[in-house]
């Protein structure tokens, strides 16, 4: 691996490095906390096709913070059961 991409602590332990990142950049990496997604209209279209696909795509990859929490509100009268049926159908399609 080229050196640019491994860097060593104080501890002497290696690394790793974004390859993208700018070097004069000099903001340290943090882990986000605690943190909720509050979706109003969350039976809808736009949840359906767009915003609970992505959600759960970054869920999958590991970028959201262990204690992150998606709240949604909808209009339509239906079951938590139902809800996650739908939901799981919608991230499948």
Same mark, same amino acid.
């Given at each position: 691996?080229?050196e $640019?991409?491994?860097?060593?602590?104080? $501890?002497?332990?290696? $690394?790793?490095? +974004?390859?993208?990142?700018?070097?004069?950049?000099?903001?340290? +990496?943090?882990?986000?906390?605690?943190?909720?997604?509050?979706?109003?209209?969350? $039976?809808?279209?736009?949840?359906r #096709? #767009?915003?609970?696909?992505?959600?759960?795509?970054?869920?999958?990859?590991?970028?959201?913070?262990?204690?992150?929490?998606?709240?949604?509100?909808?209009?339509?009268?239906?079951?938590?059961?139902?809800?996650? +049926?739908?939901?799981?159908? +919608?991230? #499948?399609a």
């Amino acid at each position: 691996m080229p050196e $640019t991409e491994i860097g060593y602590r104080s $501890t002497g332990k290696a $690394t790793r490095r +974004n390859p993208l990142r700018d070097p004069r950049d000099r903001r340290l +990496n943090r882990i986000a906390g605690p943190s909720s997604l509050v979706l109003f209209g969350v $039976t809808g279209d736009l949840a359906r #096709k #767009k915003l609970l696909p992505a959600v759960y795509d970054l869920a999958n990859r590991g970028l959201l913070p262990p204690s992150f929490a998606l709240v949604g509100f909808g209009r339509r009268d239906w079951s938590s059961e139902d809800f996650a +049926n739908e939901v799981r159908a +919608n991230v #499948k399609a």
